[in-house]
């Protein structure tokens, strides 16, 4: 049966500089992918039909994955496609890690090829903004600098003009807690000041330049709010991180390690109500 991964990615920093009049804000950020992913397999069927593997998931419209399906399907005209559609859910939910949008671009593409569509990407990133500002990124899914919504895409280079790879060990900490995206905004108040350029301080792989530079505005509210988030994020850096900073609105904080050694004790250390993710560093 056909399927895709559907990777979640961490933000390496997140300002949001200004409230639109469409009620959006305008945000300046770095998506990093990792290799922790949900899988989407599918078959066609005579109606559109979602299961997964966490009961508390909803399978209906409400779920990201069903909304991409009925939006590809209302573009191709044919209400009569249908696919049966089995997610398996690895990735947390509500923690910043972009798991549902990531699962409606899967849905996306998997569909695509499933139902022999021949969509433009230019429509197929229309569907996904759509979706969501986050779902545009997760159809390529490689480091990208994210303006606009987010959906503004440049794919992040290196200082030689290459992709960029990260060079640094990552470790993903997910507190139990889920964050509200409504009050996270709320609770901000954004700066179109003179900000630092964040994709410059990411590619310098400079971890002075990431703890100046590399920093999210809701972080502070955030663990205002949830210190457990403050206290995944502090046991990070007390284990020997080079940087830690939340992701997106949270709840997941991610820190950067320059030893595997150290990320791997960091890991271990973390509380046993976090989930966590490790993540080599690219090519290796």
């Known amino acids: 049966m056909p399927a895709r991964l559907a990777p979640a990615k961490v933000n390496l920093g997140l300002y949001v500089l200004r409230r639109r009049p469409d009620g959006y804000h305008d945000l300046s950020t770095v998506f990093l992918p990792l290799g922790w992913a949900d899988r989407l397999s599918g078959r066609r069927a005579d109606e559109l039909v979602l299961t997964t593997t966490d009961p508390g998931l909803p399978t209906d419209g409400s779920n990201l994955v069903v909304r991409a399906a009925l939006a590809l399907r209302q573009w ?67 480091p990208a600098y994210g303006t606009g919504r987010g959906e503004h895409l440049d794919p992040l280079l290196d200082p030689d003009g290459q992709p960029y790879r990260c060079p640094f060990w990552l470790v993903v900490a997910v507190p139990d807690i889920h964050v509200s995206t409504a009050e996270a905004f709320a609770s901000i108040t954004p700066d179109d000041g003179s900000r630092p350029d964040l994709a410059a301080a990411v590619v310098s792989n400079d971890l002075v330049r990431w703890r100046a530079e590399v920093t999210n505005d809701f972080q502070g509210p955030v663990e205002a709010t949830h210190p457990e988030i403050r206290a995944a994020r502090e046991a990070l850096l007390d284990a020997g991180a080079g940087h830690a900073v939340l992701s997106g609105t949270g709840a997941a904080v991610v820190g950067v390690f320059e030893a595997e050694d150290t990320a791997v004790e960091a890991a271990e250390a973390l509380p046993a109500t976090c989930r966590v993710w490790t993540e080599l560093p690219e090519g290796e």
């Open 76 to 142: 191709a005209g044919n209400p009569a496609l249908g696919a049966a559609l089995h997610l398996e859910k690895r990735v947390p939910y509500g923690a910043g890690l972009g798991g549902g949008s990531s699962d409606a671009a899967a849905a996306l593409r998997l569909l695509t090829g499933l139902w022999s569509l021949d969509v433009p990407e230019a429509d197929l990133h229309a569907l996904a903004l759509g979706l969501g500002s986050d779902v545009p990124f997760f159809l390529d899914g490689v």
